[in-house]
């Protein structure tokens, strides 16, 4: 949160926090770097009530409740002058622990009935605010109403931002650049070009090449038009190399061919070996799933680069839960996978020469090569030259998605799909879904790559709702 707004002056700042801030992230301890923090007692009873269960939050609860462990265990002689944090957070964090070891004393309204846990840590807050008046105390939580409480009762509270890739989503990388006249003559001063392997390749140096990442897609509008992938950066100097035109029907790739320039910028990616990593960002009918899968059964079935599809997504109803499942994993998986069988039926309707035999031996072979698994049993894993597609994954958080994309072996690769307007999961917010943060982490990497599509392709129908609804 605000721990990186420094005061100017060099007062510190003391930030009360609520429970929900050390269950949403347990190393919130370590992140408000000079200024000090506030646990009310409260906060540990909260943190005990939530320990039990294998959910993330129960997690999280006996984590942070094994990092104060750490922190208190031998500086009891020292809690009423804090605890400092200096050496557990490795200079992180310069500030200093309280617990509260004392009664507060303060009354608030009559209105705001004391058992209640949330009343009861603002009455700390107030307590704070009256023992040292010439310090700024703030209430930092994750609960919405408890700010505004707060600030109904005139004091200071504020949301904990420190897991906020972004502040604003409209500043997140899009994998792609316009670039103009100026472009070429900014930076074309000693450019070299040639062809090589039916590919055109560029080599420019000049101030622009900085700005740039790698397998990032650079287009020119007009006649031609002109489309080229950053191939390498080294310092000022930037390679660049054309694309392969996936919306000519003789590079069609199990029947798709690209219907506008982020898809053949998407199919580029999907098809090329040398890119681990593909992360697809785009709003309902923009063809994040149809292209994965085409590029999918392409390299599985065809050039068998890879020995099989495994799709998995966050199972987080829009709904009502339907509760307990009958079933395998995979049976299991089934109802949240109609996606893929919506899109595997698209695929099969582009094989016409085989009529409905052949249709059906199809779907029978691509059935054999698509596994469905379910995120719970994910830990521990290893996929060996696997296809890797990670539906929905705007409802993961950060770890989450570090645990998923570390199950890589040799050979595999990942592709990430989601739209993170659509975010279904409590707690994560567009700032701070998994899916921002790797498009956010990756975007420097040699051999990853992203695109966000924008022009919905699924009918007239949806793209219309999707612009007035």
């Known amino acids: 949160m605000a721990a990186r707004k420094r005061k100017a002056n060099g007062t510190t700042k003391l930030f009360v926090l609520d429970t929900n801030v050390l269950m949403h992230d347990p190393t919130s301890l370590y992140r408000f770097e000079e200024h000090d923090i506030f646990l009310p007692m409260v906060t540990l009873e909260e943190l005990d009530s939530n320990k039990k269960g294998m959910s993330e939050v129960a997690r999280n609860a006996r984590q942070a409740s094994r990092f104060m462990e750490e922190l208190i265990s031998g500086q ?60 700024h105390v ?43 006249q100026d472009f070429w003559e900014r930076n074309g001063k000693d450019m070299k070009s040639w062809q090589e392997g039916g590919r055109s390749y560029w080599r420019l140096t000049g101030p622009d090449s900085t700005d740039l990442h790698p397998n990032q897609l650079l287009f020119q509008s007009g006649e031609p038009s002109f489309l080229a992938r950053v ?12 694309l392969k035109d996936y919306s000519h029907h003789k590079n069609a790739i199990w029947g798709i061919t690209a219907r506008n320039r982020e898809q053949n910028f998407a199919l580029n990616l999907l ?12 709003q309902a009918g923009t063809g994040k799933t149809l292209l994965t899968l085409a590029a999918g059964l ?14 998995t997504r966050v199972t987080v109803p829009v709904g009502e839960d339907i509760g ?50 379910s995120l719970n049993f994910m830990r521990g894993r290893t ?4 296809f890797l597609i990670i539906d929905e994954a705007q409802n993961l958080t950060p770890k989450q998605m570090k645990t998923l994309i570390t199950r890589a072996g040799p050979g595999t690769k990942v592709v990430c799909l989601g739209n993170i307007a659509q975010i279904d999961t409590p707690y ?32 007239r129908l949806a793209d219309y709702a999707a612009e007035v609804l």
Request: cysteine-free; charged content about 25%.
């Open 76 to 135: 009891e002689h020292v809690l009423q002058e804090g605890v400092p944090l200096e050496a557990a957070s490795k200079g992180q964090a310069t500030g200093r622990l309280f617990l509260q070891t004392e009664a507060t004393t303060s009354t608030l309204p009559s209105q705001l009935p004391m058992g209640k846990a949330d009343n009861q840590i603002l009455g700390v807050l107030h307590h704070l605010q009256q023992l040292q008046p010439k310090r």
């Open 138 to 180: 703030i209430l930092v939580s994750k609960d919405i109403n408890m700010r505004i409480k707060a600030r109904a009762l005139g004091m200071s509270a504020e949301d904990y931002f420190n897991d906020k890739v972004l502040e604003d989503t409209d500043l997140l990388y899009t994998g792609m650049q316009e670039i103009d």
């Open 231 to 242: 191939l390498s950066i080294e310092g000022k100097t930037a390679q660049l190399e054309s």
């Open 271 to 282: 098809m090329n070996p040398e890119i681990d990593f593909v992360s697809l960002l785009g």
């Open 298 to 311: 392409t390299q599985t079935l065809e050039s068998k680069l890879y020995s099989e599809i495994i799709m």
């Open 324 to 373: 307990f499942l009958p079933g395998t994993e995979e049976e299991k998986m089934q109802p949240w996978m109609g996606a893929l069988e919506d899109n595997l039926d698209v695929l099969n309707k582009t094989d016409n020469d085989g009529g409905d035999w052949g249709r059906a031996a199809t779907r029978d072979l691509i059935r054999s090569r698509i596994k469905v698994k």
């Open 383 to 386: 996929f060996l030259n696997k």
């Open 428 to 459: 994560l917010t567009e700032g701070s879904s998994g899916l921002t943060y790797v498009v956010d982490r990756f975007k420097g990497w040699d051999h990853s790559g992203h695109i966000t599509l924008t022009r919905g392709e699924r009918s």
